[in-house]
């Protein structure tokens, strides 16, 4: 078991500016999700896949925001036209089934 | 809909005192409840889980009791050591069966333990 793994661990970008996020699971899990953390706060709920289909999405995922699992194993997490409200600590977990999640260390966002 | 209220941190306790940790949820289901730590500069990890009502969740010390009736899964540990200082995470999620198993979150409290 060598974890849910994120990259980058930081990213600082400027306004306006593109990102995209990677995860990789924990090889055998089917479910993958992604949160958002601000500060003081906790996660959130983004969006969910299972394999590679999108099957939940949170009202937090506007339209500048999309995730892929192309082929049910990593996935990536893009966010257009960043915005100074999307600084945060994005939150890679995966599961298999309805086992607990397996959360990744996250990567830091900051938008200047 | 469903949601997750605990108490505020932070909470600074000596080493070797009684902890408790208040968490409360607000569910249509029967949701499972966890708790999950954040130790500094490192994931959330799970701590400890409960899946119906009475059941109690236990690990490194650390215990939970699923109170269906005042809808509560309160943290407990009898004696707390420098070690563990971190966020506390309470958590709650719908039963598997068609559902996506996601999490929902509370605001996480932050307990320091000085020596």
């Known amino acids: 078991d060598t974890g849910v793994s994120q990259n980058p661990r930081h990213k600082i970008t400027k306004r306006g500016q593109n990102v995209t996020f990677r995860c990789d699971p924990i090889s055998e899990h089917n479910r993958l999700y992604w949160y958002r953390q601000t500060l003081g706060q906790g996660p959130e709920f983004l969006t969910y896949f299972q394999n590679e289909a999108q099957l939940e999405k949170s009202r937090l995922l506007s339209d500048r925001f999309s995730a892929e699992r192309p082929k049910g194993s990593f996935s990536t997490l893009e966010i257009q036209r960043t915005e100074q409200g999307d600084s945060a600590m994005y939150l890679c977990?995966?599961?298999?089934?309805?086992?607990?999640?397996?959360f990744g260390n996250g990567t830091r966002l900051t938008v200047t | 809909g469903d949601s997750v209220t605990q108490m505020e941190g932070p909470v600074t306790l000596s080493e070797e005192a009684f902890l408790t940790i208040n968490c409360t949820y607000t569910a249509t289901g029967y949701p499972s409840l966890f708790w999950y730590v954040q130790y500094p500069g490192e994931g959330l990890q799970l701590l400890l889980k409960a899946t119906k009502a009475d059941d109690k969740g236990s690990n490194k010390g650390f215990e939970a009791t699923y109170r269906k009736e005042t809808t509560s899964f309160h943290l407990e540990k009898g004696s707390v050591q420098v070690s563990d200082s971190a966020v506390y995470f309470c958590?709650?999620?719908?039963?598997?069966?068609?559902?996506?198993?996601?999490?929902?979150f509370g605001t996480g409290t932050l307990l320091a333990v000085q020596p």
């Open positions: 977990a995966s599961s298999l089934g309805s086992s607990p999640l397996h």
């Open positions: 958590a709650l999620s719908d039963r598997d069966g068609g559902a996506t198993n996601k999490l929902i």
